[in-house]
């Protein structure tokens, strides 16, 4: 698996499903198959950047 924002195959697991990407600094979530991306602000907050991508993107390859 690797990150769709960066390419990185750098992710580390930080929970059940979740992963955290050491190229872009975004967290990785699984849900329903599918990649949710999330940025973490300087505050702790997340930031959906799933916008920006396309469900092709998001899909995680079997
Ligand atoms: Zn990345």
């Given at each position: 698996m690797r990150c769709p924002n960066c390419q990185c195959k750098d992710l580390g697991k930080i929970g059940v499903e979740q992963y955290y990407c050491w190229g872009c600094f975004i967290e990785l979530a699984v849900v329903e198959g599918k990649?949710?991306?999330n940025q973490v602000e300087e505050?702790?907050?997340l930031t959906s950047l799933d916008d920006l991508f396309e469900d092709d993107d998001l899909s995680i390859p079997m």
């Open positions: 990649l949710a991306l505050d702790g907050s």
